[in-house]
């Protein structure tokens, strides 16, 4: 197995890291290799585009259905005879 050292860690960030491994009974160590494991293990890229993100995110609230406009044919062009 291999080791990482973490220099520069911010203290309050160390202190999450403590809380949240005493509350799943683990070491900080062990809750460390977890959460690394967790973060890497995950798909890089995002499922689908912004859209479809976007989609994802509020289809649980039921969504939203906009009124679409009426589209007329718009005017005529001028004429610079």
């Given at each position: ?6 220099r ?26 977890i959460?690394?494991?967790?973060a ?17 995110r ?18 005529e ?5």
């Amino acid at each position: 197995m291999a080791s990482l050292i973490i220099r520069d860690l911010d203290a309050a960030v160390k202190e999450r890291l403590r809380v949240r491994a005493a509350r799943n009974r683990r070491s900080m160590e062990e809750e460390a290799r977890i959460i690394l494991r967790n973060a890497t293990s995950q798909r890089s890229e995002p499922h689908g585009g912004v859209g479809s993100r976007i989609h994802q995110r509020f289809a649980k609230d039921g969504g939203v259905e906009l009124e679409l406009p009426r589209r007329d044919l718009g005017r005529e062009p001028p004429d610079f005879k």
